[in-house]
Each structure stands twice: as structure tokens, then as C-alpha cells.
């Protein structure tokens, strides 16, 4: 049983050591070979610009001038951090810059399950559904279920929505996506715990409203 | 703080997120999994966030806009030739270079303007230092004139005598020949008689048609 974990972890050395070897290319000079470097990233980057921006057109600009920056400041990278966290921690600065700027984000509105619940002091608890199916992951290959989802979180506060995504999207640890939003490590917990048990609570109710309901799973034997 | 021994619901929902980290010390994880095993509850409230953390995570939630790696790459592509935020690359130095071209540019038109070169022929140089009052030979058919007796006259059937001022001022120039003295271009030189070799030999025609088409 541990074989292919030693594969996986012989495969992640050697995109590690590949990865080291294209930026001290790319610090040394070799610009073409930035994009090599950063494309493996180049969803997360979008993603994590998505997810503060909320509009398509703006997270593209966003992750693209983040793209340029990292470009432009690949000197100053230093190898005590992950790359992808770098890359991640520029367009997270990048994305909060234009929103301050442009003030061109709507304020989500949160639904009154919720909206009681937007201080984050207080207790948040979980609803109770007696009929809640797990959703396994294959159902991801579905577009419209993915759809579902990225509407769910789209329906969070904002300080919930940035934190969630970082941490259990773009995978910074609790510390990482603190320093990254400029907060604590207890507000990220406590942000990260709310957002968790809301979408929980949002995809329960998607049941209830049908979201899942041609997939073939809806009728089988996981109820919660 | 959490008795570890014996949690309630709510302890459970405020550390569930914790738990599903692996961030909890032994204890409270102990305690949370004795809990779990009784209350259907927070059991549907653990897999329903376990389940969140899964779907969310996965790679394929992080999906594009159609075209956007190309656009990435074009851009960055486009970008890429300057290198760092220092002058490090040869295009970055095309701003400055530019800049003292245009600028060298921009001074050469003005010292166009300014500075107006020396005539390269003599039958372009008004002349200069020629006493108004003296008397010159003109006549019809040429715009050139004279001292008199000069063998150079064209049509001496109708020369006339007036003063170097009025001829100056009714728009003819000395004669290359006989009033070469006060005539100074670039190439001869002031006062040059030594150097002839900027006129024709046989010029005196084809100074009277230069002047005439001026």
C-alpha cells in the first residue's frame, strides 16, 4: 500500500525540482519560460481573483496583471515559500487593490437564514436536515453541479467567501491565508468554520430545491 | 474552554471545522468521537462539512473562461521583454534613446530655422558692403548688375545707370564678375578672388538664367 504514495511523493519531488530549476531560469533571464512556470497555477490564480472581484471580466485582468507582477518581481522570490502560495498572496493584494480602488463590487445581499448570523461573535448553528444526501465528488464532472456549487459560495458574505477560498480552494494553510488577507489566525478559523457550515447548510437545501436532483444519486442510500 | 470528557452539540459545531483540520488535541478529538457516535446530528453536520471541504477542493471547481490561457500567455508574451523594474534589457532602453532622438530632432528643425547656411553660389549671395550710393549698370532682360564697362552687360542697348541701393532694392543682384569683391558664399570665401573655381568659366549666361527663375 505505500508504493504509490512513494510514487506520488517521487512524482511531487520531481514537479518540485522542476519547478525550482524554471525559476532560477526565469530569475537568471530566460523570460520565455515564465509561462511554463506559473501555468500550472493559472486556474487557482483566477479562482482566488474570482473570489474577491465576483465579476469574470475583472478576475481575468486581475490574475493576469498578478501574472505580470510576479514576472516582474521573480527576483525577490525566495525559495522559503511555496511558489504557488507567492503567486497566490500577489493576486489575493492585486484583486483587494482594484476592489478598494473601483468600488465596483455589489454587496451581496445574504438571506435571512443567514443574515442573522453576519457577526461572526456569535454562535452559528447548523441546521438539521433529517433527508441530506453527501454529494460524491464524481458528480463534479458535471457542469451544472459545479455551477450549483460556485453559486452557493457565491451567495457568502465576502469575508467568509475570500477566507473559505483560499484556504479550502487555493489549500493555504491557516497561517497563509491570515497573512494573506491581512487578518488573524482566530478570525481565520472562525470565518473558515462559518463558511464550512454554511455551504453544508446551502447544499442541504439544494437538495430540498431540486439543485441534484437528476443526479443518480439522489435516491440512493447515503442519507445523513 | 472544552470539557474534553463529555461535549455538548455546540462545543462540537464551534470546533467541527477544527476537527475536520486535524487541529484538535487528542482529548477533544477523543471526546468529539464518543459525541459523534450518538448524536445523528453533528455526525450529519461532520460528513456534511467533510463533504464541502471535498467538493470545494477538488481541481475541477477551478474552471476558466474559454480562451483565457491563450489570452494569459499572449499577454505575458507580450510583456515578457522587459525584464525585472531596472533598465536590464535593451527595450527598456528604447525609451531614453528615443527620447535624445527626438530631441536631437526637435533641436536640429530649430537650428534649421535659426541658422541660415552660407550660399553655396555666388548667385545666390545678395552681396554685402556695397556703398549704396554707388553707381551701378543695369539693364532689361537681366536682373544683374553691374559697374560699368563690364563686359558681362547683356543687352547694353538698354543699360541704364542708377545707384546700388535702388538696384538692390528693385531686386537685382551684383554681377559675379565685376563686383565679385563684394560677394561672399561658402565655398569661395569673404573676398576670395583667388578661388574661382565655384563659377563657370563661360557662366555669365548661366548666371542671368539662376537669377532669372529666382
Known amino acids: ?224 | 474552554m472544552v470539557n474534553h470528557e463529555a461535549v455538548n452539540c455546540e462545543q462540537v459545531w464551534r470546533e467541527i471545522s477544527n476537527y475536520v483540520d486535524g487541529d484538535v488535541d487528542a482529548p477533544l478529538r477523543l471526546a468529539m468521537d464518543e459525541h459523534f457516535k450518538t448524536c445523528a446530528r453533528c455526525a450529519s453536520v461532520l460528513a456534511g462539512t467533510r463533504n464541502v471541504v471535498q467538493l470545494y477542493g477538488d481541481e475541477r471547481m477551478l474552471e476558466v473562461p474559454a480562451g483565457f490561457s491563450r489570452r494569459l500567455e499572449k499577454r505575458l508574451a507580450k510583456n515578457a521583454v522587459v525584464k525585472g523594474s531596472g533598465w536590464s534589457s535593451w527595450s527598456a532602453w528604447l525609451v531614453p534613446v528615443a527620447a535624445v532622438a527626438l530631441l536631437a530632432v526637435g533641436l536640429g528643425v530649430v537650428n534649421k530655422i535659426s541658422f541660415k547656411p552660407p550660399a553655396k553660389s555666388i548667385l545666390a549671395a545678395p552681396g554685402h558692403d556695397i556703398p549704396p550710393d554707388m553707381l551701378v549698370v543695369v539693364s532689361d532682360g537681366s536682373k544683374v548688375f553691374h559697374v560699368a564697362g563690364c563686359p558681362f552687360i547683356h543687352d547694353k542697348a538698354t543699360e541704364r545707370t542708377i545707384t546700388a541701393k535702388e538696384a538692390m532694392r528693385d531686386g537685382y543682384v551684383p554681377c559675379s564678375r565685376c563686383m565679385r569683391q563684394y560677394l561672399r558664399t561658402g565655398l569661395t570665401g569673404p573676398h576670395d578672388d583667388d578661388d574661382a573655381s565655384a563659377e563657370p568659366e563661360e557662366g555669365h549666361e548661366e548666371e542671368v538664367s539662376v537669377v532669372r527663375v529666382k
Request: glycine content about 4%; proline content about 3%.
Open chain 1, 1 to 224: 500500500m505505500s508504493q504509490p504514495s512513494i510514487v506520488l511523493n517521487n512524482s511531487e519531488q520531481a514537479v518540485g525540482a522542476r519547478e525550482r530549476d524554471l525559476i532560477s531560469a526565469v530569475q537568471r533571464g530566460q523570460s520565455e519560460l515564465f509561462y511554463e512556470l506559473v501555468r500550472p497555477y493559472e486556474r487557482r490564480v483566477y479562482a482566488a481573483a474570482l473570489a474577491i472581484l465576483r465579476n469574470e471580466h475583472d478576475a481575468e485582468d486581475a490574475a493576469q496583471e498578478a501574472m505580470l507582477k510576479a514576472f516582474k518581481n521573480i527576483r525577490q522570490f525566495r525559495a522559503e515559500a511555496r511558489f504557488s502560495t507567492w503567486l497566490i498572496q500577489i493576486t489575493v493584494n492585486e484583486s483587494l487593490m482594484r476592489r478598494r480602488r473601483e468600488r465596483t463590487v455589489p454587496m451581496e445581499a445574504i438571506d435571512g437564514h443567514r443574515s442573522g448570523r453576519g457577526d461572526e461573535e456569535s454562535e452559528y448553528a447548523p441546521r438539521d436536515f433529517a433527508d441530506w444526501r453527501e454529494i460524491p465528488s464524481e458528480a463534479l464532472e458535471r457542469k451544472e453541479v459545479r455551477q450549483r456549487l460556485a453559486e452557493a459560495l457565491g451567495t457568502l458574505d465576502r469575508k467568509y467567501r475570500e477566507v473559505f477560498m483560499l484556504r479550502d480552494m487555493e489549500h493555504l494553510n491557516i497561517q497563509e491565508t491570515a497573512e494573506a488577507l491581512g487578518i488573524s489566525v482566530a478570525s481565520v478559523k472562525t470565518r473558515l468554520l462559518r463558511a464550512r457550515l454554511m455551504l453544508r447548510d446551502l447544499l442541504a437545501a439544494g437538495w430540498e430545491q431540486g439543485w441534484f436532483s437528476r443526479l443518480p444519486f439522489e435516491k440512493g442510500t447515503k442519507p445523513w
